[in-house]
């Protein structure tokens, strides 16, 4: 359980609380800011995003280790890029020459992460996509947490209310319409449909012999989805990536049935998954 879900589950569970909370953090959020030498412009009304953002808490093990991994010439595809933070990295590398494709299906975030890939530079290095990448091409149903702009899921939840329809295409696909053939770091968090993004990407991963990807994994989340936890990481191990625990530290996953039961509920991982000569 990471600190924002301990504060909104446990702390703020009374809805008064939550309310009054966000309201507090609401007000004190500034237009964007710095992270790692990157600019990111927050969403006034995400409190839990925006508020982790500017208190500095946010996935900062993550930030560590795409900042110490990812290179100036690499390609970047940014699954569920929400307001931009981890494109906003790949852009403001020094002395960049590589290519980003933001992918960000919701509306509202997709604001912000426009205004975040203009403020990152150099220009014309990005390109954004407003489709969900998905199993097959389609119309989705995406349902908002309005509480939580980067918890918005392609299933129904109690914690979510409201919804947009979406259109969706596959990885391969979408990349396709961008002239992008391969990619060297993959980044994908979209709230339990990690497997139906990998199941359209088999044309792409192939293609990317030396590959980091880092995806959050969620057994609950990809059950919903209509996935098994245990069979999307044996289609990362297919697809040829070498898979590890992004915690601390690093730390190869030799247990699959290990780590699916301690992530149960709310609980989940980060994992890292290495293809080729990419080095760790």
Known sequence: MTIAEFVYTILLKPRPLRRAANAAIRALLPA?????????????????????LTLGVYERAEIAFFRSRFGRDMTFIDVGANVGLYSALALSTADFRGRVLAIEPHAESRAYLEKTIESNGPRGAARISALAAAAQAGTLTLYKNPENKGDNRLYPDPLLRGEEKTAADTLDNICRGHGIASAQFIKIDVQGA?????????????????????????????????????????????????????????????????????TQGRRYANLVGVKGNASL
Do not use: K, Q
């Open 32 to 52: 964007s800011v710095r992270v790692s030498g990157a600019t990111v412009w927050l969403n006034p009304e995400d409190p839990v995003i925006s508020g982790a």
């Open 194 to 262: 990690e497997a139906l993004v990998m199941r359209g990407a088999m044309g792409l991963v192939a293609s990317s012999t030396d590959c980091i990807l880092m995806t959050e994994f969620w057994p609950y989340g990809l059950a919903r989805c209509g996935a098994d936890a245990l069979e999307y990481l044996d289609l990362l191990r297919d697809l040829g990536f070498r898979l590890h625990e992004l915690g601390s530290r690093l730390a190869p996953v030799s247990d699959a049935r290990a780590l699916v039961e301690r």
